[in-house]
């Protein structure tokens, strides 16, 4: 069992930056040997997928987000990262990061705003 905890949200102004922090606790083994992904929910959508990169390191992303978003893990594998640049004001979500494709036990999430 992974307990996934995100952090690093915030406030930005359009064209800003952030980034997106994934710490895991738990089964090490679990959460090193599986893809991870990052998604986001914003008021009254549905949550939707934002990234992915598998246990080796190939990354995906959906056409909203390629080229201005980047996923990544550390080298000790307990921490995924995903660096958010140019954001648009279709991007405030709060952002949740799990396995992928499917996740199981969601954490708190992270807010990200964008705003002027």
């Known amino acids: 069992q992974v307990q996934f905890v995100e952090s690093g949200g915030g406030l930005v102004q359009p064209g800003g930056s952030l980034r997106l922090s994934c710490a895991a606790s738990g089964d090490y083994f679990s959460f090193r040997y599986s893809s991870i992904g990052w998604y986001r929910q914003a008021p009254g959508k549905q949550r939707e997928y934002v990234a992915s990169i598998t246990h080796s390191g190939t990354t995906n992303y959906p056409d909203s987000v390629k080229g201005r978003f980047t996923i990544s893990r550390t080298s000790n594998e307990r921490t995924v990262y995903l660096q958010m640049n140019n954001l648009l004001p279709e991007d405030p979500a709060i952002y949740y990061c799990?396995?992928?494709?499917?996740?199981?036990?969601w954490g708190q999430g992270t807010q990200v705003t964008v705003s002027s």
């Open positions: 799990n396995y992928y494709p499917s996740g199981t036990d």
